[in-house]
């Protein structure tokens, strides 16, 4: 079946440890997003890729990268996580992307705890 | 000001039918309007997609007003397993700047 896996789907880190998370899809979806996820909040976009074309939101802090070497993979790399950092990370693709909201298929997500 | 608006949360009750609202002044001219479900530790799942009036699949229903400024998902007859959150995702035009904003979500509770 087509689907987005992330691994790993839970990860401890210790504060100011850097941590990378890994997303793989088997869609071929041009557009991948990852999300961070709080608890009782909606999801916040962090950054997407349209293709090799890297989009960050204003708001990101810079101690969110991200990398994505292949159509399949994308990465997160958190540089000097901190207790704030805590959350769900929700990794999502879609067919189209743009100013239209095109259907995004989520990955189950990796729970990130933070010591 | 709220760039989308949804209830918190609601109850109901096994084989009823519900309805959640999620307001949306500056949606973008173009742009559909989405719904997804998520379950606790779960990715968001997609559940409808509309542009104008009335779109319907197996799930749901999903009503919008000419104005296309709020829409209204629809759940016929909803079970236990339809506990969940629920978020509207609209494209909205800010200033001349577009973003995908989601709404904050409603958390659905369905009692026996």
């Known amino acids: 079946d087509a689907m987005v896996i992330q691994n790993p789907r839970y990860q401890v880190t210790q504060f100011g440890k850097p941590v990378t998370l890994s997303c793989s899809q088997t869609?071929?979806?041009?557009?991948m997003y990852w999300y961070q996820q709080k608890s009782s909040q909606a999801p916040k976009l962090l950054f997407h890729?349209?293709?090799?074309?890297?989009?960050n939101e204003a708001d990101t802090p810079d101690n969110f990268q991200s990398r994505r070497p292949n159509t399949s993979f994308c990465f997160l790399d958190i540089r000097s996580p901190g207790l704030g950092d805590a959350a769900m990370y929700l990794c999502?693709?879609?067919?189209?992307?743009?100013?239209?909201?095109?259907?995004?298929?989520f990955g189950p997500g990796t729970r990130l705890t933070v010591l | 000001l709220a760039k989308t608006t949804q209830p918190i949360s609601m109850d109901s009750y096994e084989g009823q039918e519900v309805n959640i609202t999620c307001s949306h002044n500056?949606?973008?001219?173009?742009?559909?309007i989405t719904w997804y479900q998520q379950f606790p530790s779960q990715g968001p799942r997609f559940i409808i997609q509309g542009y104008k009036t009335k779109v319907t699949n197996e799930v749901a229903s999903l009503f919008i007003p000419a104005d296309r400024k709020s829409s209204t998902l629809s759940l016929p007859r909803v079970s236990l397993s339809d506990t969940a959150v629920y978020y509207c995702?609209?494209?909205?035009?800010?200033?001349?700047?577009?973003?995908?904003?989601w709404g904050a979500g409603t958390k659905l509770i369905i009692k026996p």
């Open positions: 999502a693709t879609s067919r189209r992307g743009g100013r239209e909201s095109d259907t995004q298929y």
């Open positions: 995702l609209v494209g909205i035009d800010m200033d001349s700047n577009y973003q995908l904003i």
């Open positions: 890729y349209y293709d090799k074309d890297f989009n």
């Open positions: 500056n949606i973008a001219t173009n742009d559909y």
């Open positions: 869609l071929n979806h041009n557009v």
